[in-house]
Every structure is written in structure tokens, then in C-alpha cells.
């Protein structure tokens, strides 16, 4: 391994912490918003990304994704959330649920912003490379994170505007959902969409995936 794929390899994981903290705080912070101090006591409502750090799916995955796939991956401990403690615990938790993947969207938009106002620019390499990276990075963890299949927060959304009766069905799944997920990820399933999303994405804004 050399210098260059090293720092690579650093820059990836770093970019991906960043944003998997803004993502859990942004969880945190509408359910305290909404009445919910279950994430500020357990100390969980901060950018601190060590409170978040799942050493295995905020440090190893992502370590191990930069080398196979050049672009990290990985997740970090869910924020806790108690529905009962919410104001109006169905409509908030579509908030709750949806405040991750647009905290993602929030940090894409940023850097489109740094690109197109060219305070990074294609003259400084590792800078432009870094932010296309981050919002790229960014942009999948919102479509991935929206896909309906529980826990992901796009279940978490579905099940919010579901009937009760269909949403205690739904939210049944959740203890299968990972088997379904990683069954996706593993056949390839789930690749095609993300990677046709960001490329819509990407092309909207004319950068380059």
C-alpha cells in the first residue's frame, strides 16, 4: 500500500464518520425537538463522532469497503428514540425517521455548493477530489438510508404513514431486515438503484460520478 492510497483510505473514513454523526445527531436532535431527551441523556445529541463510533461499522467495514471498493462504507450506532415521549408520536417519528437521510442530503447540497462557487476547484486535486467524494458519499447514505426495508429510516417513514393496523405488521420485519439487506447487498439487488440514482443525481448538477 502506498502513501497515496493510505491517505485515501484516511480521508474516506473520515468523510464518513463526519457524516454518519450529522446524520445520527440530526435523529437526536428532531426527536428532542419534538420531546424525546432519550438521545441528551444518553449523551447522544452532540457532533462528538466518538459518541456515535461503531468500531466495527464506523471503523473496519469502511476501512476494509476504501480497499475492495475505493469508497468507504459502514454505519454508526443507532440514536436512541422513544416514540411514547414525542409530542404526536406517529407524525414526529416520520420526522424523526426522515431528519437522517436529509442531514446527508443537507452536506451533498454543501458540497455542490463548494464545487460550483469553485472554492474547490479541479486545480486543487485532492480537495475537489475529497468533496465530489463527499457528496457522493452522502448522497447514497440518504438513498440508501430511504429504501423501506426495516430499520432503515425510510422504513421507519413508511410505517408513520401506514394505518396502525398495517404499520404493527410492517414494523414486524425489522428482526429480518438486516438478513434482507445484506441478501440484497450480497446478490448485487441494491447496487443498480443507488447507482442509478446518484448518476441522475450527478448529471442534474453536472459533476462527475
Known sequence: MNFVNLFSIITGVCLLVLSL????????????????????????????????????????????????????????????????????????????????????????????????????????????IATVMFVQLNFVLAVFNMIPIPPLDGSRVLASLLPRSLAVKYVRLEPYGFFIIFGCLFFGWMQPLVSFTVKVFFDIFGLQV
Open 21 to 128: 454523526s450529522l446524520h445520527e445527531f440530526a435523529h437526536g436532535w428532531v426527536a428532542f425537538l419534538r420531546g424525546d431527551c432519550t438521545a441528551q441523556k444518553a449523551g447522544r445529541l452532540t457532533l462528538n463522532p466518538l459518541a456515535h463510533v461503531d468500531v466495527y461499522g464506523i471503523i473496519i467495514v469502511p476501512i476494509v469497503s476504501m480497499l475492495i471498493l475505493g469508497f468507504p462504507w459502514g454505519w454508526a450506532k443507532p440514536v436512541p428514540v422513544n416514540p411514547f415521549m414525542l409530542k404526536n408520536p406517529k407524525l414526529d417519528m416520520f420526522w424523526v425517521a426522515l431528519a437522517g437521510p436529509l442531514a446527508n442530503m443537507f452536506l451533498a447540497f454543501g458540497g455542490i455548493f463548494l464545487i460550483k462557487s469553485h472554492i474547490v476547484s479541479t486545480h486543487m486535486s485532492f480537495a475537489f
